[in-house]
């Protein structure tokens, strides 16, 4: 890569939260998950991510496109006048939508990402609830003060990949 700098990494497990994703505005061809599908496609990184976190991230990707559509009907409604003109870039605003595509092919792109960077997706299957539980009573991260119980899909999460990096010969 142009203006590479190596440096020896003290894991080579990338781990991106929902977060991450979210910041990027669920834009999988963002350069900066170009630039990390590239590492994972060069074994410079291995990407590990949670079932909590593709679950989070499938449902949010649901969310959006729910918003932009509702947004889309909106603005169609606002702008009918627009439909019947002569230029082809406000008519295909207008255009018939498949909504069970757009939301197919939406999950598709994801699921793309994860192949494409060979991502182990870890499950939660081996963490106790009750070590989750005590975290939360004890209100110790990622729950802290308030005991914040928006934080349980992180707690396993965190714990499925705390388990994952115990194991012997990850990276």
């Known amino acids: 890569m142009?203006?590479?700098v190596d440096m020896e990494l003290e894991t080579?497990?990338?781990f991106l939260d929902t977060q991450s994703f979210e910041r990027l505005g669920l834009n999988f061809q963002?350069?900066?998950l170009n630039t990390f599908?590239?590492?994972c496609s060069t074994?410079?990184?291995f990407h590990i991510t949670t079932s909590v976190v593709k679950r989070e991230i499938e449902s949010h990707i649901t969310d959006s496109i729910k918003e932009a559509l509702a947004a889309l009907k909106s603005f169609r409604r606002k702008a009918r006048i627009l439909a019947g003109t002569a230029n082809e870039s406000m008519r295909v605003l207008f255009a018939e939508t498949d909504e069970k595509q757009i939301f197919l092919e939406s999950q598709n792109v994801f699921?793309?990402?994860l192949r494409r960077t060979s991502a182990t997706v870890l499950t939660v299957t081996s963490i106790n609830p009750e070590d989750i539980l005590q975290?939360?009573?004890g209100s110790m991260p990622p729950f802290?003060?308030?005991q914040k119980k928006s934080e349980f899909p992180d707690a396993f999460s965190i714990a499925a990949l705390a388990f994952h990096a115990r194991s012997p010969g990850k990276n």
């Open 30 to 32: 963002h350069a900066a």
């Open 135 to 137: 975290l939360y009573f």
């Open 2 to 4: 142009p203006g590479d």
């Open 37 to 39: 599908e590239l590492l």
């Open 111 to 113: 699921e793309g990402f």
């Open 12 to 14: 080579r497990l990338g």
């Open 43 to 45: 074994d410079r990184l």
């Open 144 to 146: 802290g003060e308030g």
